[in-house]
């Protein structure tokens, strides 16, 4: 069981990095995860440029069509300070809101972001696994940690992120001669298989196709959030 401890939120960046710390071991980096899911789940988040506003989208698809099926979002402000390495503290409250409010268990998270690939092996897939306990990826853009070769040109090659002696993930190539995305392990699932799921995510784009959905998804929610919401008056 994952007590309420788990998706508080900390008083202080000590106390961040403590939650962190005490919660890596919950971590399931074994899985093997769901090989064959019916739904999986992307997950993002957008800010206003003042950055006192955020929204976070979740949206589930159909696993073989990539169809939405569901989808929710949360607005509110982050929940904690801008710091490097503790990004899920701004996030979590929203996206578990978000989270709260589909129909729709998805048997997969995929979150536009990183997972044991992270300076204490406890990012934002991780997070969010632990305190869900459902199968978790991160799928980031750009690197938060490690060092790499490039991987071959090829749609599904791929090398090793490592960190020191650890490897942390893997940079995958999802399109011919396109940036590859770094996949790690959030929660309940084999690295193996998070990149098979990436690629099954990824027939046309670079991005997996949860990832699109989602990021659409919180950038018209932001977009409204905004609009309906009156001008500070001077």
């Known amino acids: ?110 979150c536009d972001g990183h997972g044991v690939a992270h300076p204490r092996r406890f990012g934002l897939a991780c997070h969010l696994g632990v305190v869900t306990g459902l199968p978790a990826i991160g799928v980031g853009k750009t690197p938060l940690v490690g060092d790499w070769a490039p991987p071959a040109v090829e749609r599904g090659a791929w090398s090793a992120l490592r960190d020191g002696d650890d490897v942390v993930g893997r940079v995958l190539r999802t399109r011919d001669g396109v940036k590859p995305v770094f996949v790690s392990v959030g929660h309940r699932m084999s690295l193996d298989n998070a990149v098979a799921r990436v690629l099954a995510l990824t027939p046309r784009y670079r991005l997996p ?25 001077g």
């Open 209 to 233: 196709e949860t990832t699109r959905s989602a990021d659409r998804l919180c950038r018209d929610a932001l977009t409204a959030a905004r609009a309906a919401t009156p001008p500070a008056k």
């Open 1 to 110: 069981m994952i007590g309420p401890d788990a998706a508080a939120t900390p008083a202080s960046v000590a106390e961040a990095v403590a939650v962190q710390e005490a919660l890596r071991s919950r971590v399931d980096l074994v899985g093997p995860g769901p090989s064959e899911p019916v739904t999986v789940a992307g997950l993002d988040v957008a800010y206003a440029e003042s950055g006192d506003l955020l929204a976070a989208a979740v949206t589930v698809l159909d696993a073989r069509t990539l169809a939405v099926v569901d989808q929710a979002v949360s607005i509110g402000r982050p929940a904690f300070g801008y710091v490097p390495g503790l990004f899920a503290f701004r996030e979590l409250p929203a996206l578990l809101a978000a989270l709260d409010r589909l129909t729709t268990r998805p048997e997969l998270l995929v």
